[in-house]
């Protein structure tokens, strides 16, 4: 199977992976406005659509700024690759080693946000792409790029090209774990509000969509609350009338593999305040990851079982909130799990709004789109893999005959959204191989 990446390839593609990464894309703003997300976000969409010129292509900017794409060949069918510009806050600073907002390479590695997630693979398919091109391959089906600006929050960029634009017939997203990613489960981030405390103060989490590591409590029942927590084996630490529950953040799609903190502190706290919110969570939660007792068992052969996570609790004397994460099997449907969870969260004087909610993908792991993209990767890498589910969302769930495919290889280090997130140039400039190879499969001429 043919090399495609020279190492004029790869030196070219370092230095634009750094004028993306050395923009500060963080989501700033409500989409509301121009631009919608922020001056930062719409300066990458912008490089990055210079780069796409820089390379032979067509381009067009959303005037509103919620997208760009790039298209180059002919034919009635269209190839598509979806990536995203916008990229999550750097973290602690002080645990970067290098600036996040600066691509550095040392050892081997290209350090900076968004170097894994997801302007390194974006990179890559590109200058695969130029390197199909410098081949002499002819295209008889179009190519496009379609470049995102909302993927770390609600997708509304891609909500707006799908309401103004053609929809490719099939593709890829770079966005996700090799071999490839044929179906993910349903996504619903959901609220659940209540009444306040005039005895509680709680603030604990940050987003849905991470189980919590911490979660703290200061108040007058400390030494009571700890005394409860002891009883049910819940590892905290106690500082004067400060409680902190240690638990072990993950990513809400494997809240199985976690420990969440607040529904462990919910635990104690509900055996010394009569506050609806906490008494749910003690009761239909605890420790809990699958829903079984707010829905039952909830699982199928293909995705495996529900996931269910609380990101965060806030309680003040003028209500109380929790946000959730659920991620629900391809064989289920959103309506239903929605519908379920409304009716418990009544029973507890508790109020159900949805925040999002994202349907399942699945491409059938027979179809010619996953055989190709498989047979690809297994020629590139000898790595027989079988390709995947899983319970994270990618672009790919939101058009027809898209899969995720790469960036990040079966046993590589995932540093996406953690501080010193930094991607291997060997596998930035394998995986750009194995996208010239289907790039070249899926578009040229045989």
């Not at 953040?249 to 420990?259: C, N, P, Y």
């Not at 420790?287 to 990101?311: A, C, M, P, R, Y």
């Not at 596998?427 to 750009?432: E, G, I, N, Q, S």
């Amino acid at each position: 199977m043919k090399n495609w990446i020279t190492e004029k390839h790869q030196k070219e593609s370092l230095t634009a992976l750094k004028r993306l990464i050395d923009i500060p894309s963080i989501n700033t703003a409500d989409g509301n406005n121009f631009p919608p997300f922020g001056k930062a976000i719409e300066d990458c969409l912008t490089e990055v659509l210079t780069i796409c010129e820089e390379l032979g292509m067509t381009t067009y900017h959303d005037p509103a700024g919620f997208y760009g794409y790039a298209d180059y060949g002919q034919g009635e069918e269209l190839v598509g690759i979806l990536c995203h510009l916008d990229v999550v806050p750097e973290g602690n600073l002080a645990l970067w080693e290098t600036d996040p907002f600066e691509g550095v390479v040392k050892d081997g590695v290209i350090y900076g946000r968004g170097s894994q997630d997801d302007k390194g693979p974006t990179i890559a398919a590109l200058y695969a792409f130029k390197a199909v091109l410098d081949a002499g391959m002819v295209f008889n089906k179009r190519i496009r790029f379609i470049f995102g600006t909302d993927e770390e929050t609600l997708w509304r960029c891609m909500d707006q090209y799908n309401l103004n634009e053609e929809a490719p017939t099939m593709g890829f997203v770079p966005d996700g774990v090799f071999p490839l990613t044929y179906a993910e489960k349903g996504l619903l981030q959901a609220k659940l509000i209540g009444p306040g405390s005039k005895e509680l103060s709680l603030n604990c989490g940050e987003a849905s969509n991470v189980v919590p590591g911490k979660a703290s409590y200061t108040g007058q029942e400390a030494a009571e609350v700890a005394g409860t927590l002891e009883k049910l084996e819940v590892d905290f630490e106690l500082v004067n009338q400060t409680i902190t529950v240690n638990g072990k953040a993950v990513h809400a799609s494997t809240a199985g593999l976690g420990i969440n903190a607040i529904n462990q502190l919910a635990r104690g706290l509900a055996a010394h305040y009569p506050q609806p919110m906490l008494k749910f969570l003690a009761e239909k939660v605890a420790t809990e990851t699958n829903g079984f007792s707010i829905f039952g068992e909830v699982k199928d052969e293909l995705t495996g079982e529900l996931t269910f996570n609380v990101g965060s609790i806030k309680i003040d004397g003028s209500g109380s909130e929790i946000m959730l994460d659920l991620r629900i099997p391809v064989e289920y449907t959103i309506e239903d799990i929605a519908l379920t969870l409304e009716k418990v969260a009544e029973e507890y004087g508790l109020i159900y709004q949805e925040y999002d909610a994202v349907p399942s993908l699945h491409v059938p792991k027979e179809s010619q789109l996953v055989q190709t993209l498989t047979t690809i990767y297994r020629n590139k890498t000898g790595d027989l893999t079988e390709p995947s589910t899983s319970g994270g969302a990618t672009y790919a769930r939101k058009m027809a005959n898209m899969v995720a495919f790469g960036a990040h290889f079966p046993n590589g280090k995932s540093l996406a959204h953690q501080e010193n997130e930094g991607m291997k140039l060997e596998d930035l400039y394998l995986a750009m191989d194995i996208y010239a190879e289907a790039i070249a499969q899926l578009c040229c001429e045989k």
